[in-house]
């Protein structure tokens, strides 16, 4: 049976996160709705990283198994034609059967998008994080990075976190400011649940001087969640990419057009 992989685009706002949930709008329910009209039978997607309620994506990647045919445009053009304004594929192509869209990532990289001025935003204030106090960037990326690097990221996972490790490897991470917009990217072998908003919530603390760039080390290294700051609103953040072996093709980059 064929096996299929896309990309994904999506504005997750009015969703209740990526995973599907009875009685609930979800974004894997509304592309497996579309799928499923395309490929004229039922489909389930696996994604390679399951976002929040209120967390986009512009480069989120997932793979289906199919026994119907269809030419990657097919795929693309059905399925938008179904979807949502605010969902869209990107690509799809037909994959090795060992290619797995979780389980193959090697990386994956987000994005944190932070409003800094002291008026709120009013068109992007869904899709961006308002810290009305200015912030120090310079602070920031002093104390993001103590986080690079493979470590416990124990203080910086949720208490609903079911993973069987705390241990993650931050292989990239940096703070810029362009005008009022503040971003933080992260690049890192796999996230914990809610690590890059804990993560963006000790940074702005830190970028408002409520607590010195040594703050990030401290609490990486005392691996107590009760200890770190709180946790940034997840409007502000984008899945942006994904990370595969060479042999299996999957684009990458962030074709997206990241909103105002």
Known sequence: MPRVAAGVEYLGTAYS?????????????????ALAGVADEPVTVVCAGRTDTGVHALGQVIHFDTGAMRTPRAW????????????????????????????????????????????????????VAWVHRPLDVGRMREAA???????????????????????????AID???????????????????????????????????????AFAAE??????????????PAGGLYFTAVGYPERFGVPDGVSAIMPP
């Open 17 to 33: 996160g990526w995973q599907a949930q009875a009685g609930q709008r979800t974004v894997q329910g509304e592309v497996e709705a």
């Open 76 to 127: 693309v053009l059905g399925a938008n034609t179904r979807l949502p304004a605010d969902i869209a594929l990107h690509w799809a192509r037909e994959m090795p059967g060992d290619f797995h869209a979780r389980y193959s990532a090697v990386a994956r990289s987000y994005r944190y998008e932070i409003v800094n001025r002291s008026a709120r935003p009013a068109l992007a204030a869904d899709r």
């Open 145 to 171: 990075a103590a986080l690079l690097g493979e470590h416990d990221f124990s203080a910086f996972r949720s208490a609903e976190c079911q993973s069987k490790t705390p241990r993650r490897r931050v292989t």
């Open 175 to 213: 703070v810029a400011r362009d005008g009022e917009r503040v971003t933080l990217r992260v690049t890192a072998n796999a996230f914990l649940h809610h690590m890059v908003r804990i993560i963006a919530g000790l940074l702005i603390d830190v970028g408002r001087g409520d607590a010195p760039p």
């Open 219 to 232: 609490v990486l290294a005392g691996r107590d969640r009760r200890l770190n700051a709180a946790t940034a």
